[in-house]
């Protein structure tokens, strides 16, 4: 049995797609799960409950967390934390081993311009810090011998999936699907890595049921001929024949804007991402399992066209 804690986001959804390769046993964990694969089983939670975590992993041989907790930094240091003790406990317990979906904010400052597995941890961010905390308790358990685990890094991502959790479909492909000039955050540019959701669960699925994969630090794997905001946009303003104008969003408009949006109140301290070249190497997985991960034309192609496809007519 492959359990997914958190089941229902951009990449639960993609990941339990992506372990059919692997298994036929799946289960689906989160407060109101869904069915992806005729054949899923699903478990409602409530991960503020430790016996509740216990029960979805017991019987697991591999427990994915893709949980995602609101975007907000008092909900992330009371929530995350409680919710990884808990889950490392109970895969300690149940003898199961864990795959932690998790961002690179525990990396900070000038060290996000090549972002490699050995990239040291230093947060300079609150968020930052959370997630910090999360990746070194989860590696200590290892150290100690407890727990098998993988932490798989993944940059932002964009799909066709929950889109509304993605900065890149919030900011482009929103705004020229309503015919609005594209935005992009501090300066567009600068390089920033984008992930893939497709080939960031494809990846997970894969390190997940690689036994020589654990207990180290991967790089989810992503096209690396990274871009420019500028050329983010162009990509999705050629496939959209739309304006490749470009609204740079500096940081004094988000603090303004987040005044009325409680999201964007969320983001000043996250500029360092897009003041920087945000370059995310993930050349140890490429060279591992020699994949090759779809390009960024693609993958915006791919994205849209599943757009239109799904869209009301």
Same mark, same amino acid.
């Given at each position: ?133 999360? #990746?070194?308790?989860? &590696?200590?358990?290892? =150290?100690?011998? /407890? @727990?098998? $685990?993988?932490?798989?890094? +993944?940059? *932002? ?65 992503? #096209?690396?001929?990274? &871009?420019?905001?500028? =050329?983010?946009? /162009? @990509?999705? $303003?050629?496939?959209?024949? +739309?304006? *490749? ?69």
């Amino acid at each position: 049995m492959q359990t997914i804690l958190g089941s229902g986001g951009a990449i639960g959804t993609d990941l339990a797609k992506a372990l059919k390769q692997f298994t036929g046993d799946i289960k689906l964990v989160s407060r109101n799960p869904v069915k992806v694969n005729d054949t899923d089983i699903l478990f409602s939670a409530d991960f503020a409950d430790s016996l509740q975590i216990s029960k979805a992993i017991e019987g697991s041989d591999i427990c994915y967390i893709t949980v995602g907790f609101e975007y907000n930094i008092k909900v992330w240091q009371q929530k995350w934390p409680e919710f990884i003790r808990n889950t490392v406990a109970a895969c300690v317990q149940h003898q199961t081993k864990l795959v932690f979906f998790d961002n690179v904010y525990a990396i900070g400052g000038d060290n996000v311009k090549h972002i490699t597995e050995n990239s040291p941890i230093s947060p300079t961010s609150k968020k930052g810090e959370v997630r910090a905390s999360l #990746d070194r308790y989860i &590696l200590e358990e290892v =150290e100690k011998g /407890k @727990l098998e $685990a993988i932490i798989a890094r +993944a940059p *932002d991502f964009f799909g066709p999936v929950k889109k509304q959790n993605s900065l890149l479909m919030n900011l482009v492909y929103d705004n020229m699907a309503k015919g609005k000039t594209a935005q992009w955050f501090g300066n567009p540019d600068v390089v920033h890595t984008m992930g893939y959701t497709p080939d960031l669960a494809k990846g997970t699925a894969i390190l997940g049921n690689s036994p020589d994969a654990y207990n180290q630090i991967w790089n989810l794997p992503v #096209d690396m001929n990274s &871009l420019t905001g500028k =050329e983010w946009v /162009k @990509l999705f $303003a050629d496939e959209m024949k +739309a304006s *490749d104008k470009i609204q740079a969003v500096p940081v004094w408009m988000i603090r303004l804007l987040g005044v009325f949006i409680p999201f964007l109140r969320e983001m000043p301290e996250m500029m360092y991402q897009f003041d920087h070249d945000f370059n995310f190497d993930s050349s140890k997985f490429i060279n591992r399992f020699s994949i090759v991960p779809t390009s960024n034309k693609e993958a915006v192609i791919e994205t849209i066209n599943a757009l239109r496809n799904i869209a009301p007519r």
